[in-house]
T-cell receptor, first 114, second 112 residues
Framework: DGGITQSPKYLFRKEGQNVTLSCEQNLNHDAMYWYRQDPGQGLRLIYY???????QKGDIAEGYSVSREKKESFPLTVTSAQKNPTAFYLCASSRTSGLGDEQFFGPGTRLTVL | RKEVEQDPGPFNVPEGATVAFNCTYS??????FFWYRQDCRKEPKLLMSVYSSGNEDGRFTAQLNRASQYISLLIRDSKLSDSATYLC?????????????FGSGTRLLVRP
């Protein structure tokens, strides 16, 4: 089955630790995205990648880093510089980053920083 | 002002009711419009795209008014399974690509 997987589903970390969230897709999509969702708010774009070995900052990139070494993988690192990291993190992919392309989402990772 | 605004609800309706959600967007250059559905603690999933001429998919009808920068979603004959949060989504050009801007969502509760 084609789709997007994220792991782990739940993640707990101590304040000050870096943590990496996994995102893998087997849809052969060029574009991948990372969003953050906080209660009562819409999804906000952290980083996106239009093609392998390339990525750009979204609206709230501070305190996060990404890599896109393989087409199917787009891991997100939440660093200790992120002031309020507890949130629901969603990874998405689309065939391209062009007009009208549907984004498909993974099941998300709930990160709690203690 | 948020780029995409929705009434957060919740809309609490009986089974079989017709319910309508509205959404306004501020960027007149937006060209693509969508409704996504998000169940509690799950990922968003595309419900339908919204076209200028309006479009229908079973019990769901979406309308777009570009002049007023307004999008609507109508659900007829509500089912219990329609209970979810409905996200209004528009696109915005960003360098050589497009990004999606998500509203905060409207929550729908369908009761027996």
């Amino acid at each position: 089955d084609g789709g997007i997987t994220q792991s782990p589903k739940y993640l707990f970390r101590k304040e000050g630790q870096n943590v990496t969230l996994s995102c893998e897709q087997n849809l052969n999509h060029d574009a991948m995205y990372w969003y953050r969702q906080d209660p009562g708010q819409g999804l906000r774009l952290i980083y996106y990648s239009q093609i392998v070995n390339d990525f750009q900052k979204g609206d709230i990139a501070e305190g996060y880093s990404v890599s896109r070494e393989k087409k199917e993988s787009f891991p997100l690192t939440v660093t200790s510089a992120q002031k309020n990291p507890t949130a629901f993190y969603l990874c998405a992919s689309s065939r391209t980053s062009g007009l009208g392309d549907e984004q498909f989402f993974g099941p998300g990772t709930r990160l709690t920083v203690l | 002002r948020k780029e995409v605004e929705q009434d957060p609800g919740p809309f609490n309706v009986p089974e079989g009711a017709t319910v309508a959600f509205n959404c306004t967007y501020s960027n007149s250059a937006s060209q693509s419009f969508f409704w996504y559905r998000q169940d509690c603690r799950k990922e968003p999933k595309l419900l339908m795209s919204v076209y200028s001429s309006g479009n229908e998919d079973g019990r769901f009808t979406a309308q777009l008014n570009r002049a007023s920068q307004y999008i609507s979603l109508l659900i007829r004959d509500s089912k219990l399974s329609d209970s979810a949060t409905y996200l209004c989504v528009v696109n915005r050009r960003m360098d050589s690509s497009y990004k999606l801007i998500f509203g905060s969502g409207t929550r729908l509760l369908v009761r027996p």
